[in-house]
DNA sequence: TTACTTTACACAATCGATTGTGTCGATCAA
DNA sequence: TTGATCGACACAATCGATTGTGTAAAGTAA
């Protein structure tokens, strides 16, 4: 910048605010400004403006983990969205550690980032660190593993209708015996998906039936396990919803071991649209959970509280509809089954991965 | 740093200095300082510093792409061995874009970070953006989708070990017709993988037959069309090694459609080591690209640039060993083949990918 | 012409931490 | 006793950009 000045004989801060299109700058020295900045290439320094301004142009995001569908796909957005505002991000995982959580706070805090996304760690259970955010005005959204009550700004996949309109969906199908494999009741995921689940049977007026709920880590093997005890039941279940695709698979493979059909005798549907569910034979049904819009929610979010800058703002809460993927695991309807893999639904998500993962 | 050097009665410098544990001041002031620090839990604004500093502690990624399995778990791996190290990380997506990857690292050079990472998009083919890095000294390490050439600092997987491992293995099984879904040869990991079952196939006396290799972008349909062609063919192939999963799967499919039975008939073999790779039947028997590793050596060896700080450094091309994994798609051994997906290795994957997605 | 705005730019302080140089007292060898 | 050395800390400049305030020159109204 120094240079610049001296080159046009002006001083530092008639360039800073030619550079900024501050009023007091006339427009003929603006071009001038402009044309040499572009001449020099010249790249302000972010962290001087930043210290001076006191406010950054980074994001930053805490997440578990940066592994599976879920949380790529999430940071995805948010990095593609933030971009667009002229904003960058800076990740942190915090491995679902609580204590990482709190020192990646701090982390970000010292960086001086202008806003922060987080996605809880499983092991928190005490808030007080977000206090502290919140006591130095620092903006602050969750995302998916929130931090429950109206008076923080969120952004959640609606589990609850997603539980709903899969269970739903197999009673369309002609199921009227629907087992649930469900997750850990503690998680507001699971909890909520289990919810919708009991909403769609008493909507059609089929029993709520303990028995056919199970309770696993949702995970493969606990899934084949809690089939086969469904399966020996007197009256075994001839729909499964699975709150996770996890659970969804081990379950179909369970259903096969045992020599029945899916979904003639079993339909399936899970939950996540784990990548694996257009691969199985047949495809799962499962929940689309709008990881990038999730991310792009988020941030828009967080841009309105950065905005706002410290006046009174009214947290929102905002849930995104969760969209269900019909294939063949729940399909009862034979022109439609036969259509296998080349549905156009899971066609499209097999090119997409395909091409996310083309040239790794 | 102002209200504690008051509170002692000493000047900043003092403090600056205690906290940096700095010879030039007392073990008892040094105490009294950290006293009053973690009392005040005073952090330090990394911004301020790094600005006097001319560097921070953040090290820029600048990827693809987020999504699929590579990336997020190079990202990961990064992650966690750049902050074991003190650093963070600022993520940016080029969306396979030179432009965008033009821009980010102009954006990463005035953040002012202490160096980049790098894996190029696909439409790069002019590197002088880089030599703008270069000539600002900045550190840089490329991974995966490099430069080459000798010059460079790179950590990428050994893409010819990799396609030589998979063909002797299927070689080893008794395939004596061999066939390569290939994929694009403009791009380094496909050349090379093609060459590495070249290699093999001449180590054992087998021929080289180009009918047997087949050029695909590495998308599942076409890989389908590709096995429709070589199953047509005169003398069909008993093997094939796919230069990605989703070859290997599009192979698969039309291989059972063709009511042959793999690996009896033909043995296949992908690579990347996807996710649905274990959940397929029967699972498919792949490579392992070391993401986590990968990322890990980059950062190490973005560090060792680092603190070289300017002065030469003999450029270094690390090529990480790939990892076959054996699973039922290839196994023609009948005792391995019927444990199915109970595979160890596919059983820890699974678990691994169930666990990483648990919560999402 | 006087008084008052506007326009267009410069001065200098500031953000928070770092660091080369200076200083003062104490210790030490000769 | 004297000059030298060293330990422990302060001063003040510095990183690069931003911004409240000040002020010439030019324009405008009466």
Redesign the pocket.
């Known amino acids: 910048?120094?240079d610049l000045?001296r080159e046009?004989?002006?001083?530092?801060?008639?360039?800073?605010?030619?550079?900024?299109d501050?009023?007091?700058?006339?427009?003929?020295?603006?071009q001038k400004v402009l044309k040499l900045a572009k001449k020099y290439n010249?790249?302000?320094?972010?962290?001087?403006?930043a210290?001076?301004?006191?406010k950054s142009q980074l994001l930053g995001i805490v997440v578990p983990y940066i592994e599976g569908r879920f949380f790529p796909s999430v940071v995805h957005g948010i990095e593609s969205a933030a971009s667009k505002a002229g904003y960058n991000v800076i990740i942190c995982q915090s491995n679902e550690d609580v204590a990482q959580e709190r020192r990646n706070l701090d982390i970000l805090l010292s960086a001086q980032v202008a806003g922060v996304l987080v996605s809880l760690s499983r092991t928190t259970r005490d808030f007080r660190h977000f206090e502290k955010l919140r006591s130095r005005g620092m903006p602050l959204v969750f995302f998916d593993r929130i931090v429950e009550g109206d008076n923080v700004n969120a952004v959640v996949l609606d589990d609850q209708e997603g539980g709903y309109v899969s269970t739903r969906h197999l009673i369309e199908q002609g199921c009227r015996r629907i087992a649930h494999i469900a997750g850990p009741q503690h998680l507001n995921i699971y909890k909520n998906r289990r919810q919708g689940y009991l909403d769609a049977l008493r909507e059609a007026g089929l029993p709520e039936d303990e028995s056919l709920i199970v309770y696993t880590d949702m995970i493969q093997s606990q899934a084949i396990d809690a089939m086969r005890d469904l399966l020996a039941s007197p009256i075994p279940p001839d729909g499964v919803f699975a709150a996770g695709d996890y659970g969804a698979l081990g379950a179909l493979q369970e259903v096969h071991r045992q020599g029945l059909r899916v979904p003639q005798d079993v339909a399936i549907a899970g939950f996540s649209n784990e990548t694996f569910t257009v691969v199985t034979e047949p495809s799962i049904t499962t929940i689309d959970q709008r990881c990038e819009e999730m991310g792009q929610a988020a941030v828009r979010l967080l841009l309105e509280l950065i905005e706002a800058d410290g006046r009174p703002f009214a947290p929102r809460q905002v849930a995104l509809r969760p969209e269900l993927l019909v294939r063949n695991s729940s399909v009862r309807n034979s022109s439609v089954r036969n259509s296998l893999v080349r549905h156009p639904e899971g066609e499209r998500l097999v090119e997409a991965a395909a091409k996310a993962s083309k040239l790794a």
Chains 1, 2 share one sequence.
Do not use: D, E, F, W
Not at 13 to 20: F, V
Not at 22 to 30: L, T, V
Not at 42 to 49: E, G, T, V
């Open positions: 910048m120094a000045a046009l004989g002006v001083s530092m801060t008639t360039i800073s605010r030619a550079l900024s501050h009023y007091s700058i006339g427009p003929a020295m603006k010249y790249q302000p320094n972010r962290l001087a403006s210290l001076r301004k006191g």
